[in-house]
Protein backbone atom coordinates (compact mmCIF):
# COMPACT_ATOMS: atom_id res chain seq x y z
CA UNK A 1 0.00 0.00 0.00
CA UNK A 2 2.59 2.38 0.84
CA UNK A 3 6.15 2.41 -1.19
CA UNK A 4 8.27 4.60 1.59
CA UNK A 5 7.82 6.98 4.21
CA UNK A 6 8.89 9.94 5.75
CA UNK A 7 9.61 11.53 9.32
CA UNK A 8 9.06 14.73 9.79
CA UNK A 9 8.63 17.31 13.18
CA UNK A 10 6.60 20.50 11.96
CA UNK A 11 8.35 22.36 15.18
CA UNK A 12 5.47 20.96 17.84
CA UNK A 13 6.06 16.96 17.04
CA UNK A 14 7.12 14.65 15.02
CA UNK A 15 4.86 13.48 12.09
CA UNK A 16 5.01 10.26 9.84
CA UNK A 17 3.88 10.84 6.01
CA UNK A 18 3.44 7.81 4.72
CA UNK A 19 3.50 7.45 0.69
CA UNK A 20 1.85 6.32 -2.06
CA UNK A 21 1.08 6.78 -5.73
CA UNK A 22 -2.18 6.54 -8.35
CA UNK A 23 -0.10 5.15 -10.75
CA UNK A 24 -0.64 1.32 -8.73
CA UNK A 25 -4.38 0.09 -7.83
CA UNK A 26 -3.66 -0.24 -4.36
CA UNK A 27 -4.36 3.42 -3.76
CA UNK A 28 -8.08 2.60 -4.55
CA UNK A 29 -7.79 1.86 -0.67
CA UNK A 30 -7.84 5.43 0.00
CA UNK A 31 -11.77 4.64 -0.67
CA UNK A 32 -11.43 2.13 2.51
CA UNK A 33 -12.86 3.44 6.47
CA UNK A 34 -10.18 5.40 8.20
CA UNK A 35 -9.77 2.27 10.48
CA UNK A 36 -9.01 0.28 7.91
CA UNK A 37 -6.18 2.67 6.64
CA UNK A 38 -5.46 3.27 10.49
CA UNK A 39 -4.87 -1.25 10.75
CA UNK A 40 -2.81 -0.72 7.54
CA UNK A 41 -0.60 2.38 8.73
CA UNK A 42 -0.23 0.36 11.54
CA UNK A 43 1.20 -2.52 10.00
CA UNK A 44 3.34 -0.83 7.62
CA UNK A 45 4.76 0.65 10.77
CA UNK A 46 5.58 -2.66 12.28
CA UNK A 47 6.83 -4.44 9.53
CA UNK A 48 9.40 -2.23 8.39
CA UNK A 49 10.51 -1.79 12.42
CA UNK A 50 9.56 2.14 11.97
CA UNK A 51 11.14 3.60 15.07
CA UNK A 52 8.23 6.24 15.23
CA UNK A 53 7.38 7.50 18.68
CA UNK A 54 4.85 10.26 17.66
CA UNK A 55 0.69 9.93 17.16
CA UNK A 56 -0.36 11.72 13.88
CA UNK A 57 -0.06 9.92 10.27
CA UNK A 58 -0.31 12.30 6.58
CA UNK A 59 -1.13 10.05 3.86
CA UNK A 60 0.76 11.36 0.96
CA UNK A 61 -0.14 10.38 -3.06
CA UNK A 62 2.11 11.41 -5.53
CA UNK A 63 3.58 13.99 -3.20
CA UNK A 64 0.15 15.39 -2.05
CA UNK A 65 -1.01 15.28 1.77
CA UNK A 66 -4.47 14.08 1.08
CA UNK A 67 -5.65 12.92 5.00
CA UNK A 68 -4.44 13.28 8.26
CA UNK A 69 -4.92 10.91 11.43
CA UNK A 70 -3.89 9.76 14.42
CA UNK A 71 -2.61 6.13 15.76
CA UNK A 72 -4.18 6.68 18.94
CA UNK A 73 -8.17 8.29 19.07
CA UNK A 74 -6.91 10.24 21.92
CA UNK A 75 -4.50 13.42 21.72
CA UNK A 76 -1.43 13.55 23.60
CA UNK A 77 -2.41 15.32 26.70
CA UNK A 78 0.68 18.14 26.07
CA UNK A 79 -0.78 18.86 22.68
CA UNK A 80 -4.30 20.63 23.28
CA UNK A 81 -3.60 23.02 20.69
CA UNK A 82 -6.88 23.57 18.53
CA UNK A 83 -4.72 24.60 15.35
CA UNK A 84 -3.22 20.86 15.38
CA UNK A 85 -7.07 19.16 16.30
CA UNK A 86 -9.14 21.04 13.78
CA UNK A 87 -9.08 19.66 10.80
CA UNK A 88 -9.85 21.24 6.97
CA UNK A 89 -10.72 19.81 3.74
CA UNK A 90 -9.24 21.77 0.97
CA UNK A 91 -10.37 21.28 -2.38
CA UNK A 92 -8.09 21.20 -5.55
CA UNK A 93 -9.29 22.12 -9.05
CA UNK A 94 -8.71 18.37 -9.82
CA UNK A 95 -11.67 17.98 -7.54
CA UNK A 96 -9.59 15.76 -5.17
CA UNK A 97 -10.33 16.56 -1.33
CA UNK A 98 -6.97 16.88 0.97
CA UNK A 99 -7.52 17.21 4.86
CA UNK A 100 -4.95 18.62 6.88
CA UNK A 101 -4.81 20.06 10.06
CA UNK A 102 -5.49 24.37 10.67
CA UNK A 103 -2.01 24.63 11.68
CA UNK A 104 -0.73 23.23 7.95
CA UNK A 105 -3.10 25.09 6.19
CA UNK A 106 -2.25 29.05 8.38
CA UNK A 107 1.55 27.97 7.08
CA UNK A 108 0.56 27.59 3.49
CA UNK A 109 -1.28 30.90 3.88
CA UNK A 110 1.49 32.67 5.40
CA UNK A 111 4.01 31.71 3.24
CA UNK A 112 2.31 32.74 0.02
CA UNK A 113 1.36 36.41 1.75
CA UNK A 114 5.01 36.83 3.33
CA UNK A 115 7.16 39.67 2.40
CA UNK A 116 10.35 40.78 3.52
CA UNK A 117 10.43 42.82 6.78
CA UNK A 118 6.81 41.86 7.96
CA UNK A 119 6.39 42.67 11.63
CA UNK A 120 5.54 39.33 14.03
CA UNK A 121 2.31 41.35 15.33
CA UNK A 122 1.24 42.02 11.44
CA UNK A 123 1.87 38.00 11.06
CA UNK A 124 -0.73 37.27 13.92
CA UNK A 125 -3.23 39.66 12.84
CA UNK A 126 -3.14 37.93 9.32
CA UNK A 127 -3.68 34.29 10.90
CA UNK A 128 -6.75 35.21 12.93
CA UNK A 129 -7.66 36.71 10.27
CA UNK A 130 -7.61 33.15 8.42
CA UNK A 131 -8.78 31.46 11.60
CA UNK A 132 -11.89 33.10 10.83
CA UNK A 133 -11.63 32.54 7.23
CA UNK A 134 -11.15 28.81 7.59
CA UNK A 135 -13.40 28.13 10.49
CA UNK A 136 -16.43 30.13 8.25
CA UNK A 137 -15.39 28.19 5.38
CA UNK A 138 -16.08 24.92 6.96
CA UNK A 139 -18.60 25.86 8.99
CA UNK A 140 -20.98 26.93 5.60
CA UNK A 141 -19.29 24.54 3.13
CA UNK A 142 -17.32 22.01 4.86
CA UNK A 143 -14.53 22.98 2.76
CA UNK A 144 -11.69 25.28 1.75
CA UNK A 145 -11.28 25.92 -2.12
CA UNK A 146 -7.77 25.58 -3.12
CA UNK A 147 -7.73 28.38 -5.30
CA UNK A 148 -10.28 31.76 -3.63
CA UNK A 149 -10.35 35.40 -3.97
CA UNK A 150 -8.51 35.53 -0.97
CA UNK A 151 -5.45 32.97 -1.05
CA UNK A 152 -4.33 30.21 -2.79
CA UNK A 153 -3.17 27.26 -1.08
CA UNK A 154 0.14 25.17 -2.48
CA UNK A 155 1.90 22.22 -0.38
CA UNK A 156 4.86 23.09 1.97
CA UNK A 157 6.84 21.09 -0.95
CA UNK A 158 6.13 24.12 -3.04
CA UNK A 159 7.03 26.54 -0.38
CA UNK A 160 10.69 24.52 0.91
CA UNK A 161 11.51 24.61 -2.86
CA UNK A 162 11.21 28.36 -3.88
CA UNK A 163 12.34 29.73 0.25
CA UNK A 164 15.92 29.21 0.82
CA UNK A 165 15.18 29.79 4.86
CA UNK A 166 12.13 27.72 4.99
CA UNK A 167 13.07 25.63 8.04
CA UNK A 168 13.27 29.33 9.99
CA UNK A 169 10.21 30.55 8.73
CA UNK A 170 8.48 27.19 9.77
CA UNK A 171 9.59 27.54 13.32
CA UNK A 172 8.77 31.37 13.59
CA UNK A 173 5.45 30.75 11.50
CA UNK A 174 4.64 27.54 14.11
CA UNK A 175 5.20 30.16 17.61
CA UNK A 176 3.16 32.91 15.62
CA UNK A 177 0.26 30.21 14.77
CA UNK A 178 0.57 28.76 18.81
CA UNK A 179 -0.07 32.28 20.17
CA UNK A 180 -3.09 33.39 18.52
CA UNK A 181 -4.65 29.54 18.92
CA UNK A 182 -7.97 29.35 17.79
CA UNK A 183 -8.42 33.35 18.44
CA UNK A 184 -10.59 34.81 15.35
CA UNK A 185 -12.73 37.58 14.18
CA UNK A 186 -15.77 38.44 14.44
CA UNK A 187 -18.87 40.27 13.02
CA UNK A 188 -22.80 40.27 14.15
CA UNK A 189 -22.45 36.47 15.30
CA UNK A 190 -20.46 35.56 12.11
CA UNK A 191 -16.65 35.04 11.28
CA UNK A 192 -14.89 38.20 8.98
CA UNK A 193 -13.22 37.11 6.19
CA UNK A 194 -9.83 38.08 5.47
CA UNK A 195 -9.94 41.23 3.67
CA UNK A 196 -5.98 41.97 3.19
CA UNK A 197 -3.86 44.19 0.89
CA UNK A 198 -0.30 45.12 1.12
CA UNK A 199 -0.67 48.95 0.73
CA UNK A 200 -2.76 51.88 -0.21
CA UNK A 201 -3.33 55.16 -1.55
CA UNK A 202 -3.53 56.33 2.37
CA UNK A 203 -7.18 55.63 2.91
CA UNK A 204 -9.20 51.49 3.26
CA UNK A 205 -12.31 51.42 1.87
CA UNK A 206 -15.29 50.17 2.94
CA UNK A 207 -17.91 47.73 0.82
CA UNK A 208 -21.82 47.68 1.34
CA UNK A 209 -21.99 44.35 0.66
CA UNK A 210 -19.52 43.87 4.09
CA UNK A 211 -20.62 46.24 6.46
CA UNK A 212 -17.44 45.08 8.99
CA UNK A 213 -15.04 46.86 6.25
CA UNK A 214 -14.63 50.73 7.00
CA UNK A 215 -13.00 53.45 5.88
CA UNK A 216 -9.90 54.27 7.65
CA UNK A 217 -6.93 56.81 7.51
CA UNK A 218 -3.68 54.70 6.57
CA UNK A 219 -0.86 57.77 6.47
CA UNK A 220 1.30 55.37 6.99
CA UNK A 221 0.82 53.64 3.25
CA UNK A 222 2.01 57.30 1.77
CA UNK A 223 5.69 56.29 2.73
CA UNK A 224 5.22 52.06 1.32
CA UNK A 225 7.51 51.54 -1.38
CA UNK A 226 4.70 49.68 -3.00
CA UNK A 227 2.97 53.05 -3.25
CA UNK A 228 3.83 54.05 -6.87
CA UNK A 229 3.69 51.70 -9.45
CA UNK A 230 4.72 52.76 -13.13
CA UNK A 231 3.98 50.57 -16.28
CA UNK A 232 4.23 51.35 -19.92
CA UNK A 233 2.63 50.32 -22.47
CA UNK A 234 3.06 50.47 -26.70
CA UNK A 235 -0.42 51.16 -28.65
CA UNK A 236 0.20 47.85 -30.05
CA UNK A 237 0.56 46.38 -27.08
CA UNK A 238 -2.35 47.18 -26.11
CA UNK A 239 -4.26 46.78 -29.17
CA UNK A 240 -3.13 43.16 -29.20
CA UNK A 241 -4.23 42.28 -24.67
CA UNK A 242 -7.41 44.45 -25.55
CA UNK A 243 -8.23 43.43 -29.12
CA UNK A 244 -9.25 47.13 -30.29
CA UNK A 245 -7.46 49.39 -32.66
CA UNK A 246 -6.14 53.02 -30.68
CA UNK A 247 -3.43 55.25 -31.35
CA UNK A 248 -2.04 58.54 -29.95
CA UNK A 249 -5.07 60.79 -31.62
CA UNK A 250 -7.55 58.56 -29.43
CA UNK A 251 -9.41 59.67 -26.32
CA UNK A 252 -8.74 58.01 -22.95
CA UNK A 253 -9.43 59.10 -19.62
CA UNK A 254 -10.64 57.57 -16.30
CA UNK A 255 -14.36 57.76 -15.86
CA UNK A 256 -15.46 58.52 -12.21
CA UNK A 257 -19.05 57.23 -11.69
CA UNK A 258 -19.87 54.59 -9.45
CA UNK A 259 -18.59 51.80 -11.04
CA UNK A 260 -15.61 53.50 -12.24
CA UNK A 261 -14.59 52.66 -16.07
CA UNK A 262 -11.84 53.31 -18.67
CA UNK A 263 -12.28 54.63 -21.98
CA UNK A 264 -9.73 53.81 -24.57
CA UNK A 265 -10.59 55.22 -27.56
CA UNK A 266 -14.33 54.29 -28.31
CA UNK A 267 -14.05 51.16 -26.00
CA UNK A 268 -14.64 51.46 -22.16
CA UNK A 269 -13.36 48.89 -19.70
CA UNK A 270 -14.04 48.34 -16.20
CA UNK A 271 -11.52 49.06 -13.65
CA UNK A 272 -11.11 45.52 -12.86
CA UNK A 273 -10.32 44.14 -16.21
CA UNK A 274 -7.84 47.09 -17.21
CA UNK A 275 -6.45 45.76 -13.86
CA UNK A 276 -6.33 42.36 -14.55
CA UNK A 277 -5.36 42.15 -18.17
CA UNK A 278 -2.09 44.73 -17.44
CA UNK A 279 -1.57 42.67 -14.39
CA UNK A 280 -1.39 46.58 -12.44
CA UNK A 281 -1.11 46.22 -8.61
CA UNK A 282 -4.11 48.39 -8.15
CA UNK A 283 -7.28 49.80 -9.15
CA UNK A 284 -6.21 53.57 -8.27
CA UNK A 285 -4.94 53.96 -11.60
CA UNK A 286 -3.71 57.22 -13.92
CA UNK A 287 -3.27 57.28 -17.45
CA UNK A 288 -1.03 59.35 -19.05
CA UNK A 289 -1.13 59.57 -23.13
CA UNK A 290 2.34 59.71 -24.84
CA UNK A 291 3.27 59.92 -28.79
CA UNK A 292 3.97 56.10 -28.69
CA UNK A 293 3.15 54.41 -25.72
CA UNK A 294 0.53 54.81 -22.62
CA UNK A 295 1.62 55.28 -19.24
CA UNK A 296 -0.71 53.86 -16.42
CA UNK A 297 0.11 54.78 -12.88
CA UNK A 298 -0.82 53.16 -10.11
CA UNK A 299 -0.96 53.46 -6.59
CA UNK A 300 -1.22 51.20 -3.70
CA UNK A 301 -1.16 47.45 -4.09
CA UNK A 302 -4.45 45.51 -3.61
CA UNK A 303 -8.22 46.45 -3.45
CA UNK A 304 -7.35 48.30 -0.26
CA UNK A 305 -9.99 46.54 1.53
CA UNK A 306 -9.50 45.44 5.23
CA UNK A 307 -6.16 45.02 6.91
CA UNK A 308 -3.12 46.98 5.28
CA UNK A 309 0.34 44.79 5.20
CA UNK A 310 2.22 48.04 5.20
CA UNK A 311 0.43 50.30 7.63
CA UNK A 312 0.21 47.05 10.11
CA UNK A 313 3.81 46.86 10.20
CA UNK A 314 4.11 51.26 10.75
CA UNK A 315 1.57 50.13 13.90
CA UNK A 316 3.39 47.42 15.21
CA UNK A 317 6.51 49.44 15.32
CA UNK A 318 4.79 51.70 17.92
CA UNK A 319 4.23 48.50 20.18
CA UNK A 320 0.92 47.92 19.19
CA UNK A 321 -0.64 44.31 19.11
CA UNK A 322 -2.09 42.27 17.05
CA UNK A 323 -5.62 42.90 18.50
CA UNK A 324 -4.61 46.57 18.28
CA UNK A 325 -4.18 46.26 14.89
CA UNK A 326 -7.29 44.24 13.79
CA UNK A 327 -9.33 46.88 15.58
CA UNK A 328 -8.04 49.93 14.01
CA UNK A 329 -8.54 48.59 10.81
CA UNK A 330 -11.89 46.05 11.51
CA UNK A 331 -13.10 48.67 14.41
CA UNK A 332 -16.54 46.90 13.99
CA UNK A 333 -15.48 43.72 14.93
CA UNK A 334 -14.55 41.81 18.12
CA UNK A 335 -12.29 39.08 18.76
CA UNK A 336 -13.43 35.81 20.17
CA UNK A 337 -11.40 32.18 20.96
CA UNK A 338 -12.70 28.74 19.80
CA UNK A 339 -11.92 26.20 22.19
CA UNK A 340 -11.31 22.54 21.32
Not at 113 to 142: G, P, R
Not at 260 to 269: A, E, S, V, Y
Request: include cysteine; charge should be positive; aromatic fraction near 14%.
Amino acid sequence: MFYKYEIKNNGIEDILYLHMSMKYDFSNELTLEDNIINASSQKFIKTNNIKFKGNKICIVVDGKIIKCMFLNKEQPKSNKLLVDNYMVNIYINDKVLYEISLREYLISVMLEKFIDNIHEETLKAIVVLYNSFAFKMMDDNNCILGNNRFVKYRTNEYYKENFKDFDKLLDKFNKIINEVDGVYLSYKNDYVLPFIHYSNNGNTHSNKNYPYLSSVRSLWDLASPHYIEIKDYTYNDINKIFNIDINHDCEFKVINDNYKKIKLGDNIFSIQEIKKMLNLKSSDIYIIVNNNYLRFITKGWGDAYGLSIFGANEIAKNDCKYHNILKYYFPKTTLLKKEL
